[in-house]
Every structure is written in C-alpha cells, then in structure tokens.
C-alpha cells in the first residue's frame, strides 16, 4: 500500500493537456516537497518537477507541478504519443521518516 | 556526464546475501546524498534507503531494517547495499539515484540503469 495516492490511469488525446494527482496527508504532501518522475518501459525513472513546482534542466515548460494542501498535481500540456508511461509521485513523509511513491499512474495518449 | 552503474545482482535462495554497488563519475561523488530505490516486477518504486555525502545520516524503509545496510566510499566514487536475510518480496530491480544539491526537498535527479535481484529457491 502506497503512502501517496495516485489513479491508476488517465487518459487523453494528442495535443491535449492531461493533469495526474497526487494526495496525501500532512506529514507527506502537507509539510514536505514533492517531487514527479516517468518512467518509460524497460527504463530507469526520470525526474521531471521536484520542490513541488521546478523543473530540471532540460525538461520542457509542457510539465508543471503544483500543490495545494496535501495533494499535488503533475499537468502535462501538448500531449505526445511519447508521452505514454507511468508517472509517479514521491514526497518525504516526517512521521515514517521515509520517503514514499504514489503507486503510479498510466498515461495513454490515445 | 553524470553516470551511475550498478552491479552486484543476482540470484540468492531466501536468507541469503547479497551486496549491491553503484559506482559513480561525472560529479563529485563526496557531495551527494545518495538512495537506492528498488522496483518489484510489474509493480511501483520503492525508496529503499539514503546516505548523506559524509555518512553521517543513514535512513531505511521498515521494511529492511535490521537486514539491509547502505554505505559508501567517497574515495572509490562508490555506493553500495548490503542485503542480508533476504527474502522472496526483496525481488526487484534495485536503482542508486542521486539527491540533487539544488533541490529543497528530498527528490533524484539522475538514476542508474538498475540491478535484478531475484531471492528464489
């Protein structure tokens, strides 16, 4: 069982702009930064927001993070077929002192 | 260019050992806390474990305390985890990633390719 919240899919079309949640509880998400990976098949994650809402160096402004309370939302714009992967979300929590994933999402460009 | 490589994976009956490294260039290795986080076939990630860059912090999952270690030298550019007691639900791929200086909050900005471990009999 995950200590972050994640749907287990979403789903959109080329072009469009696609947002993926994040929830969890004030000793995560409400008290600490989050951060956002994809992980395409077969292949190691890649960091795409940490610090709730920065974006690496070479990572296009099509992704952006935010947070509110204790849920975080990854958003997504223009939507590509290569797009198609699982994201996950990863926060700090204080209570287990420990960090956790969301369980991850699937994203399918249809 | 950042690379992490790791090696060390394998296949162990239950309550077996194995150590994992991840040996590190492009950066300064001495800087860096550094994670491994593991990956069940078909399933999510995992945060395992962290080091800081002095070894002086050191944090766990619960579900491997007391069996697994993390260490490192910053002499050999090295990250390791030794896995003892190993169990039939510690099959995973296991990634050393990096935490990142710029970062506030605890994230990882660059990964290895990742190591198979499989505990089966």
């Known amino acids: 069982q995950s200590v972050l919240t994640q749907p287990p899919s979403v789903s959109a079309a080329p072009g469009q702009k696609v947002t993926i949640s994040c929830s969890g509880s004030?000793?995560?998400?409400?008290?600490?930064?989050v951060s956002w990976y994809r992980q395409l098949p077969g292949t190691a994650p890649k960091l795409l927001i940490y610090?709730?809402?920065k974006r690496p160096s070479g990572i296009p402004d099509r992704f952006s993070g935010s947070r509110s309370g204790t849920s975080a939302t990854l958003g997504i714009t223009g939507l590509q077929t290569g797009d198609e992967a699982d994201y996950y979300c990863?926060?700090?929590?204080?209570?287990?002192?420990?960090?956790?994933f969301g369980g991850g999402t699937k994203l399918t460009v249809l | 260019e950042v690379q992490l490589v790791e090696s060390g994976g394998g296949s162990v009956q239950p309550g077996g050992s194995l150590r994992l490294s991840c040996a590190a260039s492009?950066?300064?290795?001495?800087?860096?806390?550094m994670n491994w986080v593991r990956q069940a076939p078909g399933k999510g990630l995992e945060w395992v474990s962290y080091?800081?860059?002095?070894?002086?912090?050191?944090y766990y999952t619960d579900s491997v305390k007391g069996r697994f270690t993390i260490s490192r030298d910053n002499a050999k550019n090295s990250l390791y985890l030794q896995m003892n007691s190993l169990r039939a639900e510690d099959t995973a791929v296991y990634y050393c990633?990096?935490?990142?200086?710029?970062?506030?909050?605890?994230?990882?900005?660059?990964w290895g390719q990742g190591a198979l471990v499989t505990v089966s009999s």
């Open positions: 990633a990096r935490s990142p200086r710029a970062a506030t909050g605890t994230s990882f900005d660059y």
């Open positions: 610090d709730n809402n």
């Open positions: 990863g926060a700090w929590d204080s209570s287990l002192s420990a960090l956790g």
């Open positions: 080091i800081d860059s002095s070894s002086s912090t050191l």
């Open positions: 004030s000793s995560n998400i409400g008290n600490n930064y």
């Open positions: 492009g950066f300064t290795f001495s800087n860096y806390g």
